[in-house]
């Protein structure tokens, strides 16, 4: 049988191949400038990269979402390193520290309690060099913290529960519930406590009315208090860094190392959720 081409035919085909041609060199492009994202993401070290699925081949799909998994398992593997290296760094400051402070706040404390010295001309000096020592003793005690991390013991909870309960903690605030129903996390419950009341703490101490509790592939604590600036931001999970000026410089660094110890992670979203000048995001395991 012999198939005859018109005129009309052949430009039928022409449009078709040069759509194909055009759609082929449009999606290779997309490809070579998702490629020149991710290197220059890891180039940078930053491993927050998500790149999308939607709109690819299944293969590509398949690829990509293997790429955002790597890249979230370099961020925890990265994650991982800087609190060991931490804890390492922490461990022995505050065993050298408190190897010199003690001795001092034991001599001084004795030469209080010694009938003459309370006599001397010089007690108001000991006693100066005795609440020092003791000050700083306690501060580096507080910083232990960060050493002694007990092992996470993690169970399904309902998400919903777990929020209901952090809620009557501050009756004040107005909070946000949009969690859907029967989201169960393995998560320690104690350890996800502390992490959430230290960031409904620092929401009240940075003014704010309101807190939102949402779920979405992370649980995700935003408010409305202050702005947290670009250069404090870069800073905030570092270990004794804080802009308090009674602060200690722990809540969030130890927030995230008890949110790491578990498999998860705490950061800070840039930009926040839509409303909200702050959110920070809690990574959490499903149990479904």
Same mark, same amino acid.
């Given at each position: ?5 018109? &005129? ?38 930053? =491993? ?8 690819? %081949? ?11 998994? %790597? ?13 060991? @290296? ?8 505050? &065993?050298?520290?408190?190897?010199? #402070?003690?001795?001092?706040? @034991? ?47 993690? #169970? ?5 529960? =777990? ?5 009557? #903690?501050?009756? @004040? ?5 949009? *969690?859907?129903?029967? #989201? ?14 230290? %960031? ?27 702005? *947290? ?20 410089? *722990? ?25 909200? &000048?702050?959110?920070?995001?809690? @990574? ?5």
């Amino acid at each position: 049988m012999t198939i005859t081409l018109t &005129h009309t035919h052949l430009w039928i085909l022409l449009a078709v191949a040069l759509t194909a041609t055009c759609y082929i060199v449009r999606h290779q492009r997309r490809l070579k400038r998702r490629a020149h994202l991710m290197r220059e993401a890891m180039r940078n070290h930053d =491993f927050t990269f998500s790149l999308p699925v939607v709109g690819w %081949l299944p293969g590509e799909r398949a690829l990509l979402r293997t790429l955002n998994a %790597l890249g979230h398992d370099m961020r925890m593997l990265v994650a991982r390193n800087e609190v060991e @290296s931490w804890q390492r760094l922490t461990r022995v400051l505050t &065993h050298e520290i408190m190897n010199a #402070t003690a001795p001092i706040c @034991s001599i001084s404390q004795t030469l209080l309690e010694n009938p003459p010295s309370k006599a001397s001309e010089y007690k108001e000096g000991i006693l100066t060099i005795h609440d020092i020592s003791h000050h700083l003793y306690a501060f580096v005690e507080n910083y232990r913290k960060l050493t002694q991390i007990q092992k996470p013991c993690r #169970t399904a909870v309902d998400l919903n529960a =777990f929020a209901a309960k952090i809620r009557t #903690t501050n009756t @004040s605030l107005n909070w946000k519930m949009e *969690i859907p129903q029967d #989201t169960i996390v393995l998560t320690d419950e104690q350890m996800l406590t502390q992490v959430v009341l230290n %960031l409904v703490k620092n929401a009240v101490e940075a003014e704010a009315d309101t807190i939102c509790f949402q779920w979405t592939d992370s649980l995700l604590v935003s408010n409305d208090g202050k702005n *947290i600036p670009a250069e404090v931001s870069r800073n905030i999970f570092v270990p004794f860094f804080t802009t308090k000026p009674q602060g200690s410089g *722990i809540g969030l660094p130890l927030s995230r190392q008890l949110m790491i110890y578990q498999g998860g992670d705490l950061t800070l979203l840039d930009p926040p959720v839509a409303g909200y &000048h702050v959110t920070f995001s809690i @990574s959490l395991q499903t149990a479904n």
